[in-house]
């Protein structure tokens, strides 16, 4: 979620060929071919290894949904120096807030002390963002009070839980417009969790793990002792509940209070 007003990072990469957006082979996982040689057609997976690798984050796309806007995230890259143009070699650079896409907060997001105090992304522990961790099936009826939180019996011992939600069924990541009506952790829920868990790893299926009416306060109970690390928009359609080995890895981006992060599972 984004609530605060950040500076946009600006980063820079290399592209070897130019982005061509041809017609979407589903709206689900719409295909992106490049190069403009229609035997040069590279291939892109949701799923790798035979089944066994799902890559759980977003692909950036421009109508990708950005908090409280209506316009997605809008264009995020752009070609500066092009070899069309007489250049070496094709450079791209982008620009988009730290909290798009498939993303983690730092406790600096809702703690302005934490934040001052440098607890940015780049002090996130790799060791929890990389694990054992448990994708479960919600209640699709409610958000995740401390009710939810209770019935769900997720034993002690396990540190990484990923929650899939009705944001999953109704494909709300694909919509351009943010939808406020979204399920997440309610301020009840949030605190059930930090008092009679182990969960240290948060991740749930739209922008924010919390809900829209609950989100500030959630966030406050969940990032205030700085041992628990949230991921946001996670790509969660087509797999099956269960134990997986969950690898994210977020940018090192020292005073940014979220990144960017790619995340995959490992059955
Ligand atoms: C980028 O580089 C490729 C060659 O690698 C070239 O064919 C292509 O036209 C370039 N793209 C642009 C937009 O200049
Ligand atoms: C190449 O240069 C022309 C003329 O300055 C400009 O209109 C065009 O957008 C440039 N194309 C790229 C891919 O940079
Ligand atoms: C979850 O809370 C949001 C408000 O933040 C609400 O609009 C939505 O209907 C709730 N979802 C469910 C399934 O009750």
Known sequence: MMMIKIKPLVMLLVLSCTWVLTVATSDAYPTISDCG??????VRREVYGHGRIFDISHRFREDMPSWDSE?????????????KNGSLANFSEFKFSVHSGTHVDAPGHVFDHYFDAGFDVDTLDLEL??????????PRDKNITAEVMKSLNIPKGIRRVIFRTLNTDRQL?????????????????????VENTDIKLIGTDYLSV???VEAIPS??????????????SLKLDHIQPGIYSLHCLPLRLPGAEGSPARCILIK
């Open 173 to 193: 990541m694909w919509k351009k417009e943010f939808d406020t009506s979204f399920a997440g952790l309610m301020k009840d829920g949030a605190e059930w969790l």
């Open 37 to 42: 040689m229609e035997d040069l057609v590279p």
């Open 219 to 232: 966030h406050l109970v969940l990032l205030e002792a700085r041992d628990i690390i949230l991921v946001e």
């Open 129 to 138: 963002l990389n694990g054992p961790a448990l994708l479960v099936d919600v």
């Open 71 to 83: 316009d997605g995230i809008g264009q995020f890259l752009w070609l500066r120096d092009s070899m």
């Open 210 to 212: 919390a809900a829209y």
